[in-house]
């Protein structure tokens, strides 16, 4: 293999203290290179007795002479023959043989290892017995060591119960990322990119022959190519490639029996499977037994549940053997596959196989049944593919099929193929003899003209819609009353958005339409925080992400709807740390979702928490990443978004002309999103054009107050307090000031103060509050400006934030999920979700493995 591995040796050196190392694993996983490494490095090893096996050593005698011969050639004495026979006796036995042998290694006078490769070629059960008796009753200094493809026949389950045998699997032997980087660097002279390497890693499943014949294919593309577009030869390496044809056909599969080998291939075309989804697929009744043969035998297989009910192959042999499986058969596979899949209520895995099987008719009537609880649970691009799978011509026949396209071609930020969908469905509804519009119809409808700046006819589009559907349980019932909010939203109604909003998370919570209710979680949070509610939008938050289990929703792709406004509010409160690390988390699984308004709302969020933290560069890479999204979806509510956080920065980096130019584009669009005006009074201020800049405070003080809007408030307050300044009126400024303390106070708001002024911290020391307790903690935070995410781990070992060292600290005195929430004023939901982050972070599995970390990093 060309390359050392210490934490393998080291695991092997600890492994063989024991009587018997079982070093098992499918063929090109290093099992014959890990120990032949193992005995040129390793310090204090025994005397090494080497015998590689072949088919012909299944014969006692022959593998008796054999053993006695190595332990030779490793310079230890023993007698001559292999048992001691009378002429005309019968041939002993060869448990009687290894008894002999035992006699003879009686008086060992230091360790000897006797290793075993290839013993997967032995198929003689007295051989096993044989051995199973050397486990049993070896002498203190003799250890078995034997490397196989299979599981071998012994008592494995007693002696792993008495501590007598250690076992080293794939598991351990696959490559790390890095081991794969320094084999292909070191022994293949290849320096690959991160990004392909990852991949490469990935595809491998860090089978060692796997990946070594990918860098055969990888140096022979630079032979005749050179180095350009090594990533797609890398994202192309499958199975099919003639080294890893050859491999598997001349080291594997010919070792196999007919009926196994025909099995496998059958099998090969899911992607998961049990005893009885194989026996649907295969027309068998014994599935069962032939799995448990595969698996003794570890031709590739993988366990996916503890009960080994579940498995896989890996995907390069999933891939050779789907390589001798015709199309046609392909298809009667996958159909039957879908049958016994939709028998066993598993929508998505039945119509996944119908598409496979080109079952077009199957795959759209499981598609209409799947659809709404998918939807409910924001497997948006899965969605979306299965439509992309289907034919173009069918799904343009089909009003609902085209318009659940449209909608989710929108959501992906595909606006103009989405914008083509929506047209077809329409046509389809204006037919003479078109049916009834399907309910898709009518939310796609509301959520173009909210797109569309048209929020007045979102509002009427959507209480048509909610009087068609009535008290239904629908996930399009939720919709229109989730784009009735927005509208309102965006006409100023604040106060009636939020009651809209909060019944669409409210109904579509209890009705299990997750997606609804947290994209409207992600909606309302932000103006509970403008109504000055910080502190109950932080619970509000809390109280759903208790009901995610770490294990599940917390990690999917939907629960960036809830970690991106939680993300908003830590920053409110001068969090960074946390902020950067909740926008980061919830913008990639936003991505991931489909959702690119919210994952452009985390990016130009995180574009805040970054300058924030003195990380310019990064504040604005983030910037030009979220414009690429807008640019991408050519939406002009999103385009807005980005201009507004481009003006945001700008005027933090003291630029005033260009926060101008990037207010000016906003056109109209000013005059209604308070943010927006808010700035524009930033840049009058600091143009020195104060008259215009209180005129403009004045308005906004107006509307904040008639829609509830206290937190916004703080900020106009602020502006206001800064622009009597500038006019010298000193008491006025104090007076603002005050007020804005004062209802900051309440809430725990921190930012406005930190945004907006660097000479903030004179105006303070003056406020008539300024013995509270609250402003000494603003001035606290003026001084001490709150630590970069990228600070060095001496401060925050592993970029754990203030809460996760505060969990870590309590889950080293014993507590409990239950009793770390009481202690820390928090859900017990929000108290699981740290502790995953910490286990992750910190790269451990459980609790005691925690404490040992955080005390090797002088936390605890």
């Not at 995907?315 to 046609?328: K, T, Y």
């Not at 201020?685 to 405070?697: D, E, F, I």
Request: charged share 20%.
């Amino acid at each position: 293999m060309g390359l050392s591995r210490p934490r393998l040796l080291e695991l092997l050196s600890d492994a063989i203290r024991r009587p018997f190392t079982l070093l098992c694993a499918p063929a090109g996983f290093g099992k014959s290179s890990l120990l032949s490494t193992w005995a040129a490095e390793a310090v204090e090893q025994p005397i090494a007795a080497w015998l590689v096996l072949d088919e012909e050593d299944n014969d006692p005698a022959r593998f008796f002479e054999y053993v006695r011969g190595a332990l030779r050639s490793a310079g230890i004495e023993i007698g001559g023959p292999a048992a001691r026979t009378h002429p005309g006796a019968a041939s002993p036995s060869a448990k009687d043989r290894m008894a002999v042998l035992l006699d003879d290694l009686a008086d060992l006078t230091q360790p000897v290892m006797l290793v075993l490769d290839d013993y997967h070629l032995v198929r003689n059960a007295e051989l096993d017995t044989a051995l199973a008796f050397l486990v049993e009753h070896a002498p203190e200094n003799l250890r078995l060591v034997m490397a196989t493809r299979e599981t071998p026949r012994f008592p494995l389950a007693r002696w792993r119960t008495k501590e007598w045998m250690s076992e080293i699997g794939a598991d351990q032997l696959r490559f790390t990322q890095e081991e794969a980087s320094a084999y292909l660097s070191r022994s293949m002279g290849l320096t690959i990119e991160p990004q392909s390497l990852r991949a490469l890693a990935a595809r491998t499943e860090g089978w060692i022959a796997g990946l070594q014949m990918a860098g055969l294919s990888l140096q022979r593309h630079i032979e005749v190519q050179g180095s350009a577009q090594l990533a797609q030869v890398v994202s192309a390496f499958n199975g099919e490639h003639s080294h890893v044809i050859d491999y598997l056909a001349g080291e594997v599969m010919r070792l196999q029996s007919r009926e196994l080998s025909e099995f496998v291939r059958k099998v090969c075309v899911l992607d998961r499977f049990c005893a009885g989804l194989c026996d649907a697929v295969t027309g068998r009744s014994d599935s069962s037994a032939l799995l448990a043969a595969v698996e003794r035998g570890n031709l590739f297989l993988q366990r996916l549940d503890d009960q080994g009910r579940w498995f896989r192959f890996h995907q390069l042999f999933a891939d050779f053997l789907r390589n001798g499986v015709d199309e046609a058969e392909a298809f009667e596979l996958h159909r039957k596959a879908s049958a016994w899949f939709e028998a066993h209520d598993r929508g998505p895995e039945a119509i996944k196989h119908a598409l496979a099987a080109r079952s077009d008719a199957d795959a759209v009537r499981l598609f209409r049944q799947q659809v709404e609880e998918l939807l409910a649970r924001g497997e948006l691009p899965t969605l979306l593919a299965w439509l992309e799978m289907l034919p173009t011509t069918l799904v343009r026949q089909h009003q609902d099929l085209a318009g659940y396209k449209a909608w989710l071609l929108f959501m992906s930020g595909r606006t103009t193929e989405a914008m083509e969908y929506h047209g077809v469905a329409t046509a389809l509804a204006a037919l003479p003899d078109a049916p009834e519009p399907p309910e898709i119809l009518f939310s796609l409808q509301a959520f173009i003209a909210i797109n569309s700046d048209q929020p007045e006819l979102a509002i009427e589009l959507s209480q048509q819609a909610l009087s068609r559907l009535g008290n239904t349980t629908s996930f399009f019932r939720l919709w229109p009353l989730f784009y009735s909010g927005l509208g309102l939203l965006r006409t100023g109604s604040t106060r009636e958005a939020a009651e809209v909003l909060r019944q669409a998370l409210d109904l579509g919570w209890s009705f299990g339409h997750r997606l609804t209710a947290l994209d409207a979680l992600g909606h309302l949070i932000p103006l509970m925080s403008g109504q000055g509610q910080l502190r109950e939008a932080k619970l509000l938050c809390e109280e759903f992400l208790a009901q995610c289990s770490p294990s599940d929703e917390a990690h999917a792709p939907i629960s960036g709807l809830l970690l991106i406004p939680m993300g908003m509010l830590a920053y409110e409160r001068n969090e960074l740390r946390e902020a950067v690390e909740l926008l980061e988390a919830g913008t990639g699984l936003c991505k991931r979702l489909g959702s690119v308004f919210h994952a452009l709302a985390g990016t130009c969020a995180l574009a805040k928490a970054f300058h924030a933290s003195g990380m310019r560069d990064r504040a604005w890479n983030a910037i030009a990443a979220a414009r690429e999204l807008a640019d991408r979806s050519r939406n002009p509510r999103r385009r807005r978004a980005v201009l507004v956080a481009s003006a945001d920065l700008h005027l933090r980096d003291n630029n005033v002309e260009a926060g101008r130019l990037a207010l000016e584009e906003l056109g109209p669009a000013l005059e209604v999103a308070v943010e927006a005006q808010l700035l524009q009074v930033r840049v009058l201020l600091s143009s020195g054009a104060t008259l215009p800049a209180m005129r403009m405070l004045g308005g906004i003080e107006a509307a904040c107050r008639d829609q509830g809007q206290q937190g916004t408030l703080i900020s106009v307050h602020l502006l206001q307090a800064l622009g009597h300044r500038a006019n010298g009126g000193r008491a006025a400024t104090l007076e603002h000031l005050d007020k804005a303390i004062s209802l900051a106070a309440a809430g725990g708001y921190v930012r406005p103060f930190l945004d907006a002024d660097a000479e903030l911290a004179t105006l303070l020391r003056h406020a008539s509050l300024g013995r509270s307790a609250f402003v000494e903690e603003l001035l606290g935070a003026v001084r001490h400006p709150a630590q970069s995410p990228a600070a060095s781990q001496e401060t925050a070992p592993m970029q754990l934030t203030r809460t996760q060292l505060e969990v870590l600290v309590l889950i080293g005195k014993g507590l409990g999920n239950q009793q770390i929430a009481e202690q820390l004023v928090i859900t017990v939901g929000t108290a699981k979700w740290h502790v995953s982050q910490i286990f992750e972070k910190l790269g451990v599995r459980n609790r005691s493995q925690a404490i040992a970390k955080a005390r090797e990093l002088s936390v605890l």
